[in-house]
């Protein structure tokens, strides 16, 4: 494991993943590169620096500062959940569908891992897990790299349930 431990992050997202993600490279010795997937973009030439296209030409009015200030929101909310100032970090911005813009990002850097978390719990979730699968599932079904799944808020099934 000589590449970055990249961690696919999200404004909302629990504290939980960051600092996993943040455990893993430090006790590795890695470097630590968060994603951020803007799904209302993608990228033209297929690139995940390269060049970016509103996926709704019509709805851009704003949306490049709201990118921006999402990023941002990010980068603070990141640099006050790692447990140590001393981590090397850096945020890169991706565009489209967040598993396969994380799959090329990590190909790209040569990463060592990929570190997602579970979504919540919720009919939302529910009914986007079942219409477009989970970033996480498809990662980790669609790659020769290790997958790391963060379970925040794990449903802890109790004897009733049906396995």
Not at 155 to 162: A, H, K, L, S, T
Request: no cysteine; aromatic share 2%; glycine share 8%.
């Amino acid at each position: 494991m000589n590449g970055p431990v990249l961690v696919g992050v999200m404004p909302g997202q629990h504290p939980m993943v960051v600092e996993q993600a943040a455990a893993v490279a430090a006790s590795a010795g890695l470097a630590l590169v968060f994603a951020y997937a803007d799904v209302t973009v993608y990228p033209v030439d297929g690139t995940t620096g390269g060049p970016a296209a509103p996926i709704d030409p019509d709805g851009v009015d704003g949306d490049d500062a709201e990118a921006g200030n999402a990023l941002d929101s990010l980068k603070k909310t990141i640099a006050e959940q790692l447990p140590s100032p001393d981590l090397q970090w850096s945020i890169v911005p991706l565009a489209g569908e967040p598993a396969k813009a994380l799959a090329r990002e990590a190909e790209e850097l040569d990463a060592s891992m990929i570190v997602v978390g579970t979504r919540q719990h919720g009919l939302t979730a529910t009914l986007k897990d079942i219409t477009a699968g989970s970033v996480a599932r498809h990662l980790a079904h669609r790659q020769h790299r290790p997958v790391l799944v963060v379970p925040v808020n794990p449903r802890i099934p109790n004897d009733d349930d049906q396995e």
